[in-house]
Every structure is written in structure tokens, then in C-alpha cells.
T-cell receptor, first 114, second 113 residues
Framework: DAGVTQSPTHLIKTRGQQVTLRCSPK?????VSWYQQALGQGPQFIFQ???????QRGNFPDRFSGHQFPNYSSELNVNALLLGDSALYLC?????????????FGSGTQLSVL | EDQVTQSPEALRLQEGESSSLNCSYT??????LFWYRQDPGKGPEFLFT???AGEEKEKERLKATLTKKESFLHITAPKPEDSATYLC??????????????FGKGTHLIIQP
């Protein structure tokens, strides 16, 4: 049983460019959340998708957007990249949003912005 | 606004030397407190969820406890393979169904043979 898979594993972009990161949730999961983890910091919540809609959003600008497809997979898009966007981007899946659900994380996409 | 503070930032122990990691939190209403383990280059791995003060959970050499203001992760007779960063996170009780976790910065634990 495959867990959460993310692609690509590493990515290098320059300031001002746009990037798309992809995530396939664990089998049986229908909810996908995205987190940003800067070096030496804990993950920071970006947003959550359920039933193809954004349910909740953290304190991130509109440059960060997402999408969930009918097969529950998800994309994270970041426009007008800044140097400060360099981080590990983590996707997490769960069975329906709700109280204390156990999140399963992927290994992340390491994004470097030059 | 939620706040999660973990201490110490880093901890170096000898194999077999037991210790505790601390997670203090401030939140208007706690839905759940989570402990995760993260190895270098990997995503966090779920360890425990605690829901109410007084609750305790155990898994192998790890035991998590919860009070109204903090949680402890006790590590008994650790082995080198327990070396990792341990993350604490809280989920706020909210009528809107808010689910995002607020993480602390983690405790980097090194167990020396």
C-alpha cells in the first residue's frame, strides 16, 4: 500500500517564476493538506482540500493556490516566487477532515529559489 | 493566536539515559495535541494523539502525557535509532471545522552509543 507520494523531490527555480508541486494521497484518504517547512522550523499550515474545495487556509498570501482533483490528488501552485519561499513543502493526507485525524505525510518537495 | 513552544531545542543523551521533552501550548480550545517524529530528509511520522488533560499513551520506549498547558514525551532507555527531531503540534477547537495543525520548532534528539 503506497503512502503519500510527492513529486518532484527537488526543484530549483529563480525569483519571479511559478512552480507546481504534486501530491497523491494514501489509499483510502480523501483529504489533503499542504505545509511549508523552512530549515530548522516546524511545518506551517498552508491550506487543506476536501471534496475538491479549499476548506481552510493558513497565513499565506494569494500567491499560494491549490487544487484537488476527483481522484483526491492535489497540486500546490506558487506564483511570483520569492527567495523566502525556499523550503520543504509537505503534503499530508487523512480520512475526512475532523477531530484529531491522523495525518500521513509524504517526504516532501525541496524547493530552492535563487 | 495558537502558540507551541518546545524545549529543549536540542538534546544529546547516552544510550540508555532516559529523559523528557517538553511541549507547552496556548490555545483557546484544544481539539488534540499530536507528537510526530521526523528523520532527516523525510516527512513527519505520526506517534501519538492526546485529547484531554490526564491522558497518557505509550509506544515502545516512548510515553506521551498531557496537562492543560503542556505535554511531555518521555523516552525510556533510548537507543541510537531513536535519534530524530520530535515535533509537537496542536489542533484548535473551532466551530468552523478548522483542521490545520500548529507545530512547534521541534526538539533535535541525538542518542550516542
Amino acid at each position: 500500500d503506497a503512502g503519500v507520494t510527492q513529486s518532484p523531490t527537488h526543484l530549483i527555480k529563480t525569483r519571479g517564476q511559478q512552480v507546481t508541486l504534486r501530491c497523491s494521497p494514501k489509499s483510502g484518504h480523501d483529504t489533503v493538506s499542504w505545509y511549508q517547512q523552512a530549515l530548522g522550523q516546524g511545518p506551517q499550515f498552508i491550506f487543506q482540500y476536501y471534496e475538491e474545495e479549499e476548506r481552510q487556509r493558513g497565513n499565506f498570501p494569494d500567491r499560494f493556490s491549490g487544487h484537488q482533483f476527483p481522484n483526491y490528488s492535489s497540486e500546490l501552485n506558487v506564483n511570483a516566487l520569492l527567495l523566502g519561499d525556499s523550503a520543504l513543502y509537505l503534503c499530508a493526507s487523512s480520512q475526512k477532515p475532523g477531530r484529531g485525524e491522523k495525518l500521513f505525510f509524504g517526504s516532501g518537495t525541496q524547493l530552492s529559489v535563487l | 493566536e495558537d502558540q507551541v513552544t518546545q524545549s529543549p531545542e536540542a538534546l544529546r543523551l547516552q544510550e540508555g539515559e532516559s529523559s523528557s521533552l517538553n511541549c507547552s501550548y496556548t490555545v483557546s480550545g484544544l481539539r488534540g495535541l499530536f507528537w510526530y517524529r521526523q528523520d532527516p530528509g523525510k516527512g513527519p511520522e505520526f506517534l501519538f494523539t492526546l485529547y484531554s488533560a490526564g491522558e497518557e499513551k505509550e509506544k515502545e520506549r516512548l510515553k506521551a502525557t498531557l496537562t492543560k498547558k503542556e505535554s511531555f514525551l518521555h523516552i525510556t532507555a533510548p537507543k541510537p535509532e531513536d535519534s530524530a527531531t520530535y515535533l509537537c503540534a496542536v489542533q484548535e477547537q473551532a466551530g468552523g471545522g478548522a483542521d490545520g495543525l500548529t507545530f512547534g520548532k521541534g526538539t533535535h534528539l541525538i542518542i550516542q552509543p
